[in-house]
């Protein structure tokens, strides 16, 4: 079992573009969530998806968007892009239970 | 609301035991959770409890919920230099497909030989 796999590890792009990040969740696991962790700070909880369909959404504005497939994989999309939107972006799979799982993440560095 | 609070750095001896301490605001949480990172790395889940135990013990750790005063800590005994990370309380809200987990803002434990 891979566990949770992200990619890319690094991105590195300039303000105004857009980015899609992606997630494959650990293997029998059905619910992704994203994060966004920031320098020096806890993570800060984006969105999940569950069924393909967004669950739970924290404090991020409309530019985060996602989205999930058959294969429970999912995407991150940010659009118009900031220069603090650049940190380590985290995603986390689950099986409909409270036992989230870690991808390794990747970095994001918006010039 | 929802808010977690650590301290933010914690210094120990090899072979002393550490604690870990961890307040939040919200009485509904359902799951509190310990996340450990090491530097450039996710985060691995240590271990959780659910929010109507008073404790969990795992290994070499040992996790205290006071509900009452809405505090968490967890407790590494025998820490180890590879215990050296930064340590993550985070409380969950919601259950099944909906389920949003709150962190704090970690606490930064430094283990010296």
């Known amino acids: 079992d891979a566990g949770v796999t992200q990619s890319p590890t690094h991105l590195i792009k300039t303000r105004g573009q857009q980015v899609t990040l992606r997630c494959s969740p650990k293997?029998?696991?059905?619910?992704v969530s994203w994060y966004q962790q920031a320098l020096g700070q806890g993570p800060q909880f984006i969105f999940q998806?569950?069924?393909?369909?967004?669950?739970q959404r924290g404090n991020f504005p409309d530019r985060f968007s996602g989205h999930q497939f058959p294969n429970y994989s999912s995407e991150l999309n940010v659009n118009a892009l900031l220069l603090g939107d650049s940190a380590l972006y985290l995603c986390?799979?689950?099986?409909?239970?409270?036992?989230?799982?870690f991808g390794p993440g990747t970095r994001l560095t918006v010039l | 609301g929802e808010d977690v609070e650590q301290s933010l750095f914690l210094s120990v001896r090899e072979g002393d035991s550490s604690v870990i301490n961890c307040t939040y605001t919200d009485s509904s949480s359902t799951y509190l959770y310990w996340y450990k990172q090491e530097p450039g790395a996710g985060l691995q889940l240590l271990t959780y409890?659910?929010?109507?135990?008073d404790m969990k013990q795992d290994q070499r750790l040992t996790v205290l919920l006071n509900k009452k005063d809405k505090h968490l800590s967890l407790r590494i005994a025998d820490t180890q230099t590879g215990d050296s990370a930064i340590y993550f309380c985070a409380e969950s809200k919601g259950s099944g497909g909906y389920q949003k987990v709150t962190f704090g803002t970690g606490t930064k434990l430094q283990v010296i030989p």
């Open positions: 986390a799979s689950s099986l409909r239970v409270n036992e989230q799982f």
């Open positions: 293997s029998g696991h059905d619910t």
């Open positions: 409890i659910f929010s109507n135990m």
């Open positions: 998806y569950y069924e393909e369909e967004e669950r």
